[in-house]
């Protein structure tokens, strides 16, 4: 007997639903996207419960007729396409006619719209119509979306915290109110207003709505022209970039894209033009004609195919490299982090360019050797303790009878120690990461934390989104010693800080949790956000560090409870064995 069998229609809609509708924000993200398409100019959202109980978008576009309220929960039922060449052209962000069908299977939704005059109002369920009535209703859609996944369990315990899925809209509307200025949106949480960006004329000023001054002059503006393509928006105004790469934003066409082309051609255009270990801060705006672009080609349109991804490599390069170069009235700068010592001459990049044309070939190739060994074993490194660098004697040994002399830094990078049993290149940042979360721990196990007050006034302006993440975890930041208080509207006032770092530590700190809760899958644990402050406090890669450092760092790493990965993981130090260095070398050993 046959064992395949057509799944019934019921169970086919809600896996089609499944793959639009992934949580509060999917639905957000393509109820704007109907509304955007309906020529509105204001659109307003509201959530309770981070969208678990309740999405709900009102827009002012044309609103939808008798005979459209028939259609459009219909699966592939759209306006916006109707034959195939349309799809080679695809001007408006929704086309393929699934979005309001997969909300509709999986909540409980009603939908009030009028063309200007008179109105209708639709109540469904689960996919089915309960009824459809007249209204009298403001030009427009408002589509109340409640009780997401009720009638789909499975999907309902996938759904984060409720402030967790709120930061997701809120981080979701922020990315597309940039792309639309002229257009006000709103976001509100139960009673609160998270966002309100009324109507303005120029980007910069949304920018401003959303993100504040400061943040506006850290930037430079990109304009550039070639043949039909555009690109316009903003990049980090050299050497400043950013802690993360949480602002990086891309757009095709004013579409919202995650897209490697674009983030690659940004990332070698700022080499070696912003300070280490930073990144660089990007509102990246795409113009071309519609048929350059593929659009359809990922199930929620995240991601776009270029017919030309070449050329669009190149435009984004030569537009930010020009942007810059007018900015800098030069060619590329190497910075070597903030310790790097005058004159520049000694900073990592120089080092690595002189590395490389030999001038500087201290090391041996065994070196280079050793070193892919490490990297072949970084998995197993995290897992199993057979390839530490040390064995517990020899740390002992280390620690106790201080049996190491250290011959220097290389690269500004690393550590070069000599034992007896050979050489330990050790790496600066990760080596003091592991040192340093030791210690933040040893304070969270006492429960130690002590704070200090800001001399001056510490302000912090964070997007909406950051604002609702840093949100989550702020019963967690404030056991560490810090006191938050909200000025208003995007601004943050930090009264106090941990008492052992320096203001602009702390501020580096507080961003360094709000992306950790960003990336997080869940919310960050304890340890987690102990790590980052470790991470964000550690000494720099790049960092030139006077003998007097290096000692302390070697003395206080060889201390350290657990030396041999950084608290995310990675490897602190390499080991060179002397009988190695002996064998590349043909020295008989004695
Ligand atoms: N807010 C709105 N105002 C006016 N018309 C709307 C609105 N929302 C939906 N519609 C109409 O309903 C149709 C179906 O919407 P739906 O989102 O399901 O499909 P789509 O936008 O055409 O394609 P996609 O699935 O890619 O979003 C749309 O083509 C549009 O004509
Ligand atoms: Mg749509």
Same mark, same amino acid.
């Given at each position: 007997m046959g064992k395949i069998k057509i799944l019934n229609s019921e169970v086919a809609q809600k896996i089609a639903a499944g793959e639009v509708v992934e949580r509060p924000v999917s639905v957000v993200k393509e109820l704007v996207e109907n509304s955007l398409d309906a020529g509105a100019t204001d659109i307003r959202v509201e959530v309770i419960e981070g969208g678990k109980k309740l999405i709900k978008v009102e827009d002012n576009g044309w609103g939808l007729s008798e005979e459209d309220i028939a259609l459009c929960? $219909?699966?592939?039922?759209?306006?916006?396409i109707s034959q195939v060449e349309d799809l080679e052209k695809? /001007? %408006? +962000? *929704?086309?393929? *006619?699934?979005a309001l069908a997969s909300i509709d299977s999986v909540s409980r939704l009603l939908l009030k719209t009028s063309e200007g005059a008179g109105g209708f109002k639709v109540e469904r369920e689960g996919g089915k119509l309960i009824r459809i009535s007249e209204g009298a209703y403001p030009r427009g859609t408002s589509v109340e979306v409640r009780d997401l996944f009720f009638n789909l369990p499975v999907r309902q315990k996938f759904l984060r915290s409720a402030q967790s899925e709120l930061t997701l809209i809120a981080r979701y509307l922020t990315t597309v109110c940039l792309a639309f200025p002229e257009i006000s949106f709103s976001l509100h949480h139960g009673k609160r207003q998270l966002l309100h960006c009324p109507s303005v004329t120029t980007r910069r000023e949304r920018f401003y709505q959303l993100f504040g001054r400061q943040a506006l002059e850290r930037l430079i503006d990109l304009a550039w022209q070639e043949g039909d393509y555009q690109v316009s928006g903003f990049v980090s105004r050299p050497p400043l970039g950013h802690?993360?790469?949480?602002r990086q934003f891309f757009y095709v066409n004013r579409r919202p894209v995650k897209d490697r082309t674009l983030a690659a051609a940004v990332q070698q255009a700022v080499k070696g033009r912003l300070e280490k270990d930073t990144f660089p801060e990007v509102y990246l705006f795409l113009t071309l004609p519609?048929? $350059?672009?593929?659009?359809?080609?990922h199930p929620t349109k995240a991601e776009v195919r270029f017919r030309d991804s070449l050329r669009v490599f190149q435009i984004i390069l030569s537009s930010l490299k020009e942007a810059m170069e007018k900015e800098a009235g030069a060619k590329p700068v190497y910075f070597g982090g903030s310790e790097a010592g005058p004159g *520049?001459?000694?900073t990592e990049g120089a080092a690595i360019s002189r590395a490389r044309s030999g001038e $500087?070939? +201290?090391?041996?190739f065994s070196w280079k050797r050793v070193a892919e060994d490490a990297e072949g074993s970084r998995d197993l490194l995290s897992l199993s303790?057979?390839?530490?660098?040390?064995d517990e004697k020899e740390i002992r040994e280390l620690r106790e009878e201080k049996s190491f002399q250290i011959l220097g830094q290389y690269l500004n990078l690393y550590l070069i120690v000599a034992d007896k049993n050979g050489l330990l290149i050790i790496d600066q940042h990760n080596a003091h990461e592991r040192v340093l979360y030791e210690r933040y721990l040893e304070i969270e196990r006492r429960q130690a934390w002590a704070s200090r007050q800001a001399l001056f006034p510490l302000i912090l302006e964070l997007s909406p989104a950051e604002m609702t993440g840093l949100e989550e975890i702020k019963p967690e930041v404030e056991a560490m010693g810090f006191e938050i208080e909200s000025l208003g509207g995007r601004s943050l006032l930090v009264r106090c800080f941990p008492d052992f770092l320096e203001a602009e530590e702390a501020r580096r700190v507080l961003l360094g949790f709000i992306e950790a809760q960003a990336v /997080?899958? /869940?919310?960050? %644990?304890r340890n987690e956000l102990l790590a980052t402050m470790a991470c964000r406090t550690a000494?720099?890669?790049g960092a030139a560090l006077s003998r007097e450092k290096i000692e302390a760092l070697v003395a206080a790493f060889f201390q %350290? $409870?657990?030396?041999? +990965?950084?608290?995310? *993981?990675?490897? %602190?130090a390499l080991r060179l064995n002397r009988s190695e260095i002996e064998k590349e070398l043909k020295r008989p050993s004695n």
């Open positions: 929960f $219909e699966r592939h039922a759209t306006s916006k695809i /001007a %408006t +962000l *929704g086309f393929r *006619g699934e802690p993360d790469r949480q519609y048929e $350059e672009v593929d659009v359809n080609v *520049g001459e000694k $500087e070939r +201290l090391i041996p303790r057979e390839q530490e660098p040390f /997080a899958q /869940a919310k960050p %644990t000494i720099k890669a %350290t $409870e657990d030396p041999w +990965l950084c608290p995310h *993981g990675r490897p %602190t």
